[in-house]
């Protein structure tokens, strides 16, 4: 949070040469009374200075500098105000002078409208809104933007923003003041026509239903299904790239995700005319049996009439259709009622309870409301049992029904979301405490301890502990002093335990899948949503590995993309999935495109913001060029998932549809190059389990952010897992960063040493490798025997803000400005450079140390610092290292498997450099563009975004382009 520290009278400037401090009057002008927000007098800051006594206060808070001036160009009326911060450290408050009275317990929203005029990387903007007491003192928790702290973006043209925050008044409150903060790197922007308004109402973005489908002809359907065959399906790679499979044709890695549950809603004709060929049909097992789809009539048998039915619906739309069956299995009601021991359970002994066939967790009890359902625990055995029966059912259907013949894959999906994720309704996930996931825990500690109960005792330091009496530990227990969990004691139990979390979806899913294939006696894949360690932050995704090893491992994998700002045009998109570990393996990564468009419905919580929704057909083009193409540069798939049906049954749309088709057609094509990415990014997988729950906010911190620097610095990257680095298949790269490597094991550190210590090669920490180790205990020890850099310990307390090293004319220091880290202090384990001989580009502000070293030594280049990555930072390292495909800094640019993508965010430069000579063509895959360049300059506007394909000149595609 932010108090208000040092606040004064306005250094208002006007002009550049010269500050005067005057207080900002905002006075008496009268305005029409459906635009004069409640409480502001002034709130387009129209009034002269001098008129009225100041409604507002400007604060410079941890060493920000910076001031406000008018503006002459404004969002209504003769002008605005502008706020400027000029250095990259704190942050500018400007605050209501006077409490503004508000109603306790009712909705209030704060807004105003903004144009960006500059911003660095760090630059953030949001309301931090504080309620008064009747007392005149400060109620805590303050009030939020949304998503906390916005990123500022430019617009299109002459339009304006409009940045707001909604809240409910404390019950103790008889005011609130206002508070709108612009923090971290230097930057600039007018705001006008601010708002505080009293219940405001929803903004709901209506839907459309109306459908371009035919009317389903059920006889038609029929005899077309007559002349189809059965065909094997896989996916296998072909020059580092997972391909679908379909009999000996290679299929588009694009998949039609059909209206959830309902075959009538969905579009298969259009996806089928857009070149979409596969598609997916609901078929649940539970919860509620009574209802259509729902294929297990608990305890009753199996009815797949209606499967049959919605099978028929893809044929007869898309005569050219194959299915894969999205099979949900989520447990019947009757049967959660049945097996009370089997059910998600708190310490208390409630259960976790889904309300009226929700998929979504929303309370804890004992007892069951008309419509509500208990739900499996993921790790109890009888859960796995019951499921497995009930999906062989399902796949003999496949193999000796007519319908099943178009049936080419299938999903496992259930829990939470569809997805497993934990059912507990806190925040960080308690563990499930029933007595059926004690159970699995205990058949899961049998096998890992190879059924050695002494092996056990010995682990957790308990000489009475067996496999019958093991049990999951109480969350008190999982958090301790230390960021991690020790290996061995009693330490070692809560990480157990903590693993087990993690595997017991994926040891159910596995189990069912494995089912499923041996039941439909033939080769289809098989599917999963998993967002995994790059996104996650505390849940159960921490298990990818196991989820892709053998045997039963998954062929294909969906995750999300984020939503918000990273999806929104002016955002850089972005996967929840670590695409290098997938390809790794050769396993198809699917991101799914779920993106509301203008025939949408959107309110409430999820409005078009929340959801980045652009209400245009060129938004929604330009949002998924940028993010479909990301996704076929590194030569995955992707899905669109239709959920309401209709969303895309537009003209306008369906040509998006068909053209993200023939970009993954592009990348899908026999002599199409492999992926370029030269820079390895690294993710600690055991960390989720192995982190004490009160400092989840250290992997958080280490991981999820720092994408946002990965996407905007123009370097194509590559994400795997830290124990990938020992695998001999993982490709050579130029460069290494290790974003977090917690856990940090000997083995890991020797491969380390032996591929990324190399004279053509950079390694990078940015944080404090090997804090969890079991095999380190004196961490700088460590750190410098990877990267030959001495360190220290940062004293605790300390101000870790820092900077460029002011005057460093090192190249690793081109371009760099602004701040790393605005402020913060320091915890108990923050690792800085501590090594004259290593040369220093940056340095913490409030102390002579650096933050920020490299070190060039004939054996390898390495870099350790801190405060986390940027775009130019990530730039550098890349030119370092001798990258040479890359993209302007700061914009949003991918470049592989002979694709090129540009979203325009910012004024400036946007180019691609290529390492070799290229042809340029258009998307039509035929027009030459431009023949044997190095370089393309995209012509697309601001929110704009480019999309072009490329093949080495000269034809010397195998040459050049084959392999690393």
Known sequence: MHAIGRTGRLGFCVSRSLTILVLLCLGARSAPETALPAGLADPSFETEPGATPSEWVLSLESGAEGAVSWATEAHTGRRALRIEKTNGLGYIMLSTARPLPAKPGVEYESALYYRLQQSGFSSRVYFCNMDIGADGKELFPVHYSPDYVRIPSFAKGDEWQRHGCKWTVDSRAAATRLRFLLLGDPGSLVIDDVEFVEAPKPVVHPGQSDSGEKPFDEAAARAILASRQPLPARVETQDNRPVFVVGDRIRTTLVHQAAYGSAAASRYGGFGRSGVHLHTVTVQMGPLSEKRGVAWKYPNGFDFKDLEQDILRVVGADPDGWVILQTRCDLPRQWGIDHPDDIWAEESGQKSIVPKGDCHPCKIGTTLAEGDYFVGSYGSPAYRQDMSNAVAELGKFVRTSDVGKVVVGFIIGGGNDGQFFDWSPNWQAHLDQSPGHRRGFQEWLREVYGNDVAALRQAWGDPAVTFETATVPAEKERTVDAPFLQTTGPQRRVADANRF???????????????????????????IYYPDAIHDGGSNRYALTELLAEPGRFDSVVAVQEYGQWRQLGGTGCTNASWGVHRLRGTAQLCEIDYRTFRCYAGGDWGMDTLGAPDTAEGFRAQIRRDLGATATRGMGAWYYDMGGGWYDDPTLWSVVEESNRILAWTSRNDAPSPVAQLAVFVDEAAGWRVSRGAVDVIWNAVPPQRLALNLSGVPYDVYYLDDIRNPRLPDYKAYIFLSAFTLNR???????????????????????????ADFADVPALVQELTDIRCEWLPEGSSTACIPLPGCTDPIAEGLTGAFVHEGRAGKYTLVPADPTATAFGTFVAQNRTSHAIKRTPQATTLQFVGGLTPQLVHNIATEAGIRTLGTPGQVIYVGSGVAVCHRIRPGPATVTFEHPVDLIDLDGKTVLARHVTEWNPDCAMLDTAVVFYRPAHGLFRRLFGGR
């Open 501 to 527: 979390s993690s595997l017991a979806p994926v040891r159910l899913a596995k189990a069912l899948a494995t089912t499923m294939k041996e039941t439909i006696g033939r080769p289809v894949f098989s599917m």
């Open 747 to 773: 083995e890991q550190m020797t491969a380390i040493k032996s591929r990324c210590r190399q004279p053509d090669a950079i390694l990078a920490f940015p944080g404090t490798p090997g804090l969890g180790s």
